[in-house]
């Protein structure tokens, strides 16, 4: 799975529906003021939730949505890839198939169970760098089912997994890593970023789907200890959103989950700050592949870090469409690139900042690394002004409120404020609190983290290496073999 973020909304005027739910006006018209200016004047409308604490250390979110009757069941892990030991790379992943193989009482995988009594979902599992969890929808009516089912597989996860089972996962897993990274134009280059990012060791330097060689090795045995611990109730949020009542799925969680015992306290690992000593420029070819892509990443801060905000203003300042310095000069002023991204990728204990160019056809990588630079080292006397904060605030105060327009979506929101802050309406807050930062919090970011120590990534058609950026400078070419094997016709 790609590292976690939310694109920066495009601009747009913000529709009145829209409006009325982020200022909470109760249907009453805001009138002589331009909708960012009413947007800014208020504070974002947490959602309403009930927290349900179990002595097992379970913790319950209940969001009530009477509009139809349906409702999602959002159980999440806090286990992802960070957590794999040396060695056993992968095995948060393989956790997740195999937690879905079925449970005691259960004698067929969760899916087909959740598909037989009206159940839908986008993926039904996932697994990131820092958290898994379990997603469904279904009738209302049919909450009581999934709480059991989910209860089931808690109380004794892993039950039913065998070595043929173990077997039939890791073949699941071989497939979905060739779809989705070794069959993708240049889908290893998550996982190649990251590996320069952060060195051996660190949490992140994995992502949650690498290289196969670890799993081949693993064991029913290995369960035990890589999946296991991390599977009670102690490590685990359930996130409820739908047409329910908070009181009555009180009495069924202590019901189905109450008597679960809790598990051993869980060591987390460290993540220390990593800053590169200097620049790296590293090549990858791909075969299939038509068009090249220039990459440039910086390690920064996690989620909780008070950097955070300055570094996601920053990355809206770069490239809001239509705005944006970068996205401004490279699109519509010199016409080179056809796509300019600025993200910041955001994980638990640490984060990326990346620039991502896509060129123009004949366009030169070269000129395009030297206008990033030539932007990027103009911010210390050029730094961000107030309108360019107040659009930020604006557009990201509009993408909170309808970023939540699913039920899926609130149950994940709640879920992830909850683990990763120990408060589930943590965006709501870091939406008002984003608007007390200043230029000079940015400055102070762009000093800190966005140094000469970075990344820089030339992805190119495989054999166009004259299409690299700055080819003079030293490169190492970072291609795995499978980048470059001959195409297969259909």
Partial sequence: MPLLARRHAPARTIELTILLALLGTGGRVVHAQRPDAAAGASSL???????IALSNGLIALVNEDHSSPLVVVDVWYHVGSKDDKPGRTGMAHLCEHLFNEGSPNLDQTEKAFYNSIGGTSPHYAATTEDITHFFIAVPSNELETVLWAESDRMAAPFARADAKQLSGVREVIGQERDRNVENFPFGVARELAVAELFPVGHPYHMTPLPPMADLYSATIDDLETSCAPY???????????????????????????GGIPRGAAIARPSAAPVSLTGEKRVVLEDSRANQPRLQIDWPVVGFSH??????????SALSLNRFGRLSTLLINDRQLATTVSVDYYDFEKAGVFEILVVPRPGASMTTIETLVDSV?????????????LERFNDYNATSAVSSLETRFARADTLAHGEIFAG???????QVAAARAVSPSDVQRAIGRYLTNGRLVMSLVPAGKLDLISKPNLPF?????PSSVRAKVAP
């Fill in 45 to 51: 409308r947490p959602l309403a939730y009930t927290r």
């Fill in 231 to 257: 599977y009670v109730p102690n490590d685990a949020v359930l996130s409820i959103s739908g047409d329910v009542n908070a009181s009555v799925v009180r009495g069924l969680i202590q019901k189905y989950f």
């Fill in 306 to 315: 008070p950097d955070r905000l300055a570094l996601r203003a920053l990355a």
């Fill in 376 to 388: 990027m080292a103009s911010l210390p006397s050029t730094p961000l002004t107030a309108r360019e």
């Fill in 423 to 429: 408060d589930p309406v943590a965006y709501a807050k």
């Fill in 476 to 480: 190492r070419n970072v291609t795995p």
